[in-house]
């Protein structure tokens, strides 16, 4: 993860923060993901250089038959996705995509075409490794949206400012 962060967010500062998902938070997250999530901890990094956000990465660990594949999912200060890595498979070699297949998530958001036969090419005889990475980009942008309206929910209104 180091080594693909380094990658990713050269020149950053990462921060790695751990957050506690409330029931209503993971409620939300899987109405956005269009699944249930489970996990209600989370650890992202965030990315800054010169005080400025640069972007935020998530790690998501999944099945895609049997066996696992982790995914580094890094989000730009929009919601989109900046760029995904390839951290760990357990599949067999020939079920991973070319690298230019996780490529096409750059620049996606969340939204009702970000799903195989949308706006991300499925892969023919790797059919099960696309459909559960695209599964787990749109649970990584749906913590990753829900993160952001509770932080906005929780900001203080300028009246309550000292």
Do not use: M
């Amino acid at each position: 993860a180091e080594e693909a962060l380094a990658l990713v967010f050269r020149g950053c500062t990462l921060e790695r923060a751990t957050v506690y998902l409330t029931e209503k938070q993971l409620e939300r997250a899987g109405v956005l993901a269009g699944e249930k999530i489970e996990a209600a901890i989370t650890r992202p990094w965030t990315a800054t250089r010169d005080g400025q956000l640069v972007g935020t990465a998530y790690l998501d660990t999944h099945k895609v038959r049997t066996l696992s594949e982790t995914i580094l999912v890094a989000i730009d200060p929009r919601g989109r996705v900046l760029r995904i890595e390839l951290l760990s498979f357990a599949e067999p070699e020939e079920y991973i995509p070319r690298g230019n297949w996780y490529g096409q998530f750059s620049g996606k958001e969340l939204d009702l075409e970000l799903r195989l036969k949308g706006s991300i090419r499925p892969v023919t005889g790797a059919s099960l490794t696309a459909a559960a990475t695209t599964s787990a980009v749109r649970r990584v942008l749906a913590l990753h949206r829900t993160l952001a309206e509770s932080s906005v929910e929780r900001a203080p209104h300028a009246s309550e400012v000292p």
